[in-house]
């Protein structure tokens, strides 16, 4: 709403089992403060190879350009689940997806003149190990772990996109959003203790206004206009851990998730089809 009130059209990805009046009524939420009155909706689940690129080509034929790219949703799924790929769901919806999503709109945002995007990491990436990320056993599954392990992996692609698209004059930076009150491990997602655990800890959190703030921040501020590979939390760059700085295991990351999904940057002139994709 605030990026709507600044001037933004805004492109929304929802799942197809929100796609319905609820979302229809956010979109004329926002399209009531809006200077441009733009808002549109477009389906994706995240959690399907197939759904990121079917939005993608939606997004592609009805948009020239991109200007912010928010790498914004995320989730921990207990127990544990797949993607119709067969890959670990918390793992793919909080990076595999990201990854994926921003290389199939990179050539939009090079039509930018100035693109920024902005990646929604955690803290928790302190406590990621990257171990076992695509097919996790049940016996041994921690829907904690399988969550820092995407936030540190979010971290990674962060800094090693930097480098990649500088060049382009495109920003590349990560932040993080705190414990807010909204419906993250809602929805069926989590179960259990971790499910109470979560709900206890949003009951004394703040709104999601909080988180927005560096988020709005990354994507229209003057201040951070050509900045670039750089983690915050308040509006202010933020430290991340030696491990998510290790640029050896950012580039190892990085083949492994071109490898997964079977694509490479930069983009080749004829993109790769799903059904092309094997694990």
């Known amino acids: 709403m605030e990026l709507a009130r600044q001037g933004f059209d805004i492109i929304m990805l ?8 609820q979302v229809q009524t956010l979109q004329m939420e926002i399209q009531a403060v809006s200077r441009t009155r733009n808002v549109y909706l477009i389906p994706c689940d995240l959690g399907s190879v197939r759904s990121i690129y079917e939005a993608a080509e939606n997004i592609r034929r009805r948009f020239d350009r991109i200007d912010v790219l928010i790498n914004n949703a995320g989730r921990i799924v207990d127990p544990l689940q797949y993607s119709p790929e067969g890959i670990e769901l918390t793992f793919m919806t909080n990076y595999l997806s990201h990854f994926l999503l921003t290389y199939l709109l990179l050539d939009l945002l090079k039509a930018s003149d100035e693109a920024r995007v902005i990646n929604v990491a955690s803290e928790l990436h302190r406590f990621g190990r990257l171990q076992n990320l695509l097919h996790r056993d049940p016996q041994t599954y ?18 090693e996109l930097a480098d990649r698209l500088m060049d382009y004059g495109i920003t590349v930076n990560a932040m993080h959003p705190w414990l807010i009150d909204t419906n993250f491990a809602e929805d069926g997602d989590a179960k259990g203790l971790l499910h109470q655990t979560f709900r206890l800890g949003k009951a004394l959190a703040p709104g999601p206004e909080t988180a927005a703030k560096t988020t709005v921040y990354l994507a ?24 998510a700085q290790n640029r050896e295991l950012s580039r190892r990351l990085w083949t492994f998730s071109e490898t997964v999904l079977g694509i490479r940057y930069p983009q080749t002139v004829e993109q790769p089809s799903p059904e092309l994709i094997t694990y």
Do not use: I, Q
């Open 14 to 21: 929802c799942r197809y089992r929100d796609y319905n009046f």
């Open 142 to 159: 921690s829907a904690l772990g399988a969550y820092c392990d995407s936030k540190l992996a979010k971290l990674l692609f962060t800094y």
């Open 220 to 243: 229209s501020s003057p201040e951070v206009r050509h900045v670039t590979g750089l983690y915050f939390a308040n509006c202010r760059p933020w430290p991340s851990s030696p491990k």
